[in-house]
């Protein structure tokens, strides 16, 4: 069984990319890639599920292969592989630097031995940690038609360029015609490039190079530009997403050449191709509602954990305000959703922000400007039962224990006609007025003014004593004005009219409310 298996080695190793896309096909793997990884893919196939149909179907093609070539001198044949040489060179490829995407002219047997690493099923200390890029919302991957793959510089100039030659196989030229247009000229099964930097650190999102340009066969591609910089001294930001290289591909088995130009300035960087589906905003929010409702009963438990007495805390809540305003666009909340990792209870509207992250993808919380994306959303099912039950509000309070109250707008406090009246340029400039009772009977006019005066400050001295008004009065009797105007009349003949003080406003009433 061991012969056996080097043997196919040995033939897939000699095969073609043809030879070798017939292989995969039939055993239903996918076909697209460079060679060197439809050799590793069906090397590992031999590996791991080498059935008597599959080694025949592999002596079959290399029959076929030389039987055609018969007229031609016999190549020589491949040296037996011996396992232990294999596993020499598993220790030797960490030292082996990673590929860079080069032209046709390769050395594929060789360069087999360089991507042995990337199997899956080695020792773990052979393995060498992959570049990986962020999932996108708005893509759902189909096909990987080359995994990420660093960018090398070919030479010390400034700007480098790198190619990349690859097929579409017959069921994705299918997928991508039959697929509905996103907008005119815009398929929904897309061919994209995603750019990255070369760390393995942790999942990576789009980042371009200086100097980008891609030429897919023969034609440059449109790459997004600078967004506008309003702020003096701050440099512009380019964003940086999926490029859409489709509408510039052959949509048959033809290869597409794809190039890219970029500046090499010392940082390292990746380049993938994947065959994706873009969704729309409505589409996640359709799957937002299928998925990511939270379950009434359990917002309510939140509410009660955020208002729960802490032992520690002097200040004890009582309660918390929520509007049914949308902080994004200032309307009232159709579907209220927030991030399960924010620590607020306040919600934003999930149409709007996804719209938004889908013209210009930030994923931050406009409440607490933190990260909010995608896969942590949920749809608040306590608030939604609220908006639909509390019309006529746009706040709520939620108490402690799990309840909630519509919290009104009050209406403007108008001026009542029992506020006390300032009198203004008469005789008695300080005097205070209190406002006619028109419930009463007995009722007191304007011209009752300061009543209460006459009682509380009287004459000392054969002067009159400053008057004292009590605005809590309703109204002075009529025996009392008349007495208070006789004394003022007295005091005038034995002084003197008094001067008159100037009044700086104009004679009037004036409300003091």
Known sequence: ????????????MSFRVSDLQM???????????????????ALQLVQFDCSPELFKKIKELYETRYAKKSSEPTPQPHRPLDPLAMHSAYDRASSVPRTPLTGPNID??????????????????????????VKLPFFNMLDELLKPTELVPQNNEKLQESPCIFALTPRQVELIRNSRELQPGVKAVQVVLRICYSDTSSPQEDQYPPNIAVKVNHSYCSVPGYYPSNKPGVEPKRPCRPINLTHLMYLSSATNRITVTWGNYGKSYSVALYLVRQLTSSELLQRLK????????????????????DPDSEIATTGVRVSLICPLVKMRLSVPCRAETCAHLQCFDAVFYLQMNEKKPTWMCPVCDKPAPYDQLIID???????????DADEIEYLVDGSWCPIRAEKERSCSPQCPILVLGTSDANGLLPAPNVNSGGGGTL?????????????ENGKPGADVVDLTL??????????????DEEDEDEEGPRPKRRCPFQKGLVSAC
Not at 290 to 309: M, N, S
């Open 1 to 12: 069984m061991a012969a056996e298996l080097v043997e196919a080695k040995n033939m897939v």
């Open 23 to 41: 292989l995969l096909g039939f055993v239903g793997r996918s076909k697209s890639g460079l060679k060197h990884e439809l050799v590793t893919r």
């Open 108 to 133: 594929y047997p060789v360069l087999y031995g360089k991507y042995l690493n990337g199997l899956g099923r080695l020792p773990a200390k052979t393995l060498k940690p992959e570049v990986r890029l």
């Open 290 to 309: 299928t998925i990511g409702v939270k379950h009434p009963e359990l917002c309510k438990a939140l509410v009660k954990e955020k208002l729960r007495l």
């Open 381 to 391: 099912g306590l608030l939604s039962k609220i908006l639909s039950e509390c019309e």
């Open 447 to 459: 011209g009752g003014a300061g009543g209460g005066g006459g009682a509380a400050g009287g004459v």
């Open 474 to 487: 309703d109204s002075s009797s009529s025996s009392e004005e008349e007495e208070e105007e006789e004394e």
